[in-house]
């Protein structure tokens, strides 16, 4: 699983924005390297690492700006946002980028590194996106940056290097030189910034008599000054965190418990009334290091007993400080394997090797023990597309149910794309987990514009977003037919509200933007949206 830890604001509207000549765009850097000035920009190795102005290669006029003697992924030049950013604001980024040596394509990133008012505070880096470059041609670069709503964010840089490896992991083609040229960095006028619309219907409203629509976001997209906010408010009355619950967050020492990212997130359903989820307990993704370290001797790996203890008092620490206030959990987070029976190490699971199999049922009767009242979530994907992996679901929620084990709902993620599974699949996994007493969830939802990894950057054409409405349409005439029959959790939770924000952009498929979500970049609904709330209003739909 790609580590993020925040989304990346990603879209590709640049050219509309710039083409706009009477908006007040404000440039902060504008660098064709002409006169021998280097402009601000510095290396990000601070010793071998080198930057010249030259003249033998160049993109426009007489010269660029060569980046050499790198010697790990992560060096390339760096420049400081020298404006004030706030909240919102949206910067566009453009470059000229070219290499002459290693593979015939060549991928680069363009990250943000920020600082923080409490200078003792790590800085944070994130990777906003990754582009391909062809060997000996220039190669144009574009992207948008949003400044998050972050009160304690102090500085922040811009930066290109190459997608990022471990230092020790480092081969020759990550060290090569490049050459860029004719960067500019433009913050846009306030009047380009998403704005919600008000005067549409609300998602919610539409299904309230079947179920609640909750969606996934980012503590920093919960400012209440944010239009990003103002989107949440008007359709979603349930949320859950894309990132701020997961383990690597809430206690990344152990012992020492960070509740403040998730709280913005709590802090904000509880001051608008809406409901919550909690993703995930237990999960073999995004975890601190130290989680199955043994505490004596990092090197070695935690006991059996020791990693047992460490679960129960995650568990329970979260439950017991958030009950009554979280209504349902996560507990199990992808226990199935993508081949054969439970997720093992080979998978990436540290959990069924140390612990055997019934670390699930200890950890759904840790979470009954913290919070009765609390509902208790299986949640896996690719359960609809797999019959082997939906049975072997079947399978483990029946025993669990045959020994007493406290679970009350099988969540469905529900990452689909825009061919598969089918809406019949879908019927029939809700009915299969529903006949064995449980509820379903939808919990993780989006549908990808791609239908596999192999397929190239596109753009989400008026087709394809027609395509897109008319599934989700019928994906939820499934949802209110499952609800009507009592199978379905109160629920149905979407896996970000803006394509901007979705997950994935860049995932699996680094360079590849996607648009899974009902609403675009720029906060506008989308067909999906409609097909949702009043399919007459989009030509086409059936
Ligand atoms: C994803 C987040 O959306 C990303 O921002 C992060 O980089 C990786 O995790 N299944 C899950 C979620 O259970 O936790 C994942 O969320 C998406 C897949």
């Known amino acids: 699983m790609k580590k993020t830890v925040f989304a990346a604001a990603v879209f590709f509207a640049v050219s509309f924005a710039l083409n706009a000549q009477s908006y007040n765009n404000i440039t902060i850097v504008d660098s064709n390297f002409e006169n021998g000035n280097m402009d601000g920009w510095a290396p990000r190795g601070d010793k071998q690492e080198k930057l010249e102005i030259v003249t033998d290669i160049k993109h426009g006029g007489a010269s660029s700006l060569h980046v050499f003697n790198r010697s790990y992924t992560w060096h390339g030049p760096i420049h400081s946002l020298t404006d004030n950013a706030v909240a919102d604001d949206i910067y566009s980024i453009s470059a000229w980028i070219y290499f002459k040596d290693g593979p015939a394509t060549g991928a680069f990133t363009f990250s943000v590194e920020k600082s923080f008012k409490d200078t003792k505070k790590d800085h944070t880096y994130q990777n906003v996106t990754s582009f391909q470059a062809k060997k000996g041609e220039w190669t144009e670069f574009k992207t948008e940056y949003t400044v998050g709503a972050d009160p304690t964010q102090a500085g922040i840089w811009m930066y290109f290097e190459l997608p990022y490896k471990e230092d020790n992991l480092v081969t020759p083609n990550d060290k090569i030189d490049f050459w860029i040229d004719d960067i500019k960095i433009v913050k846009l006028d306030p009047a380009l910034r998403p704005k919600a619309e008000v005067t549409i219907p609300n998602l919610s409203e539409k299904w309230q008599n079947y179920f609640d629509i909750g969606t996934a976001v980012s503590a920093d997209e919960v400012n ?193 794309d825009i061919r598969t599974p089918s809406v019949q699949q879908i019927r029939e996994t809700i009915e299969l987990f529903a006949s064995l007493g449980v509820k379903v969830l939808i919990t993780e939802m989006d549908m990808s514009i791609y239908t596999g990894n192999s397929e190239a950057k596109k753009p989400a054409s008026a087709a394809i977003l027609l395509e897109q409405a008319q599934r989700y349409k019928d994906i939820f005439a499934v949802f209110r037919e499952q609800s009507q029959k009592g199978n379905l959790g109160d629920m149905v939770v979407i896996w970000g509200a803006s394509d901007n924000t979705s997950w994935k952009n860049d995932f699996p498929v680094p360079g590849r933007t996607d648009a899974p979500l009902l609403f675009d970049g720029r906060l506008q609904s989308k067909p999906a949206f409609w097909g949702l709330v009043d399919p007459s209003k989009v030509k086409g739909l059936k």
């Open 224 to 416: 209440f000054s944010s239009q990003q906010a103002q989107l949440l408010m008007k359709h979603f009355t349930v949320l859950v965190a894309g990132n701020d619950m997961k383990m690597e967050t809430v206690q990344p020492k152990e012992g020492a418990f960070d509740w403040a990212p998730a709280e913005r997130i709590i802090d904000f359903a509880e001051m608008t009334g809406m409901r919550l989820r909690w993703h995930p307990l237990v999960w073999h993704s995004q975890n601190p290091a130290w989680l199955f370290q043994d505490k004596a001797n990092p090197a070695r790996a935690v006991s059996k007993d020791a990693l047992n203890q460490r679960l129960k008092t995650y568990i329970q620490t979260i439950m017991r400080r958030y009950r009554n206030r979280i209504e349902s959990y996560d507990v199990v987070n992808e226990p199935l394997s993508d081949t054969a029976g439970l997720r093992k190490g080979s998978e990436g699971s540290k959990y069924y090797d140390i612990l055997g199999q019934e670390y699930i049922d200890n950890a759904f009767r840790w979470a009954r023990e913290a919070d009765p009242n609390a509902q208790l979530v299986i949640n896996e994907y690719g359960l609809e597309g797999d019959a082997r992996k939906r049975q072997e679901m079947y399978n483990l929620v029946k025993g669990m149910k045959e020994r007493k084990v406290p679970v009350d709902a099988v969540g469905l993620q529900m990452h689909i």
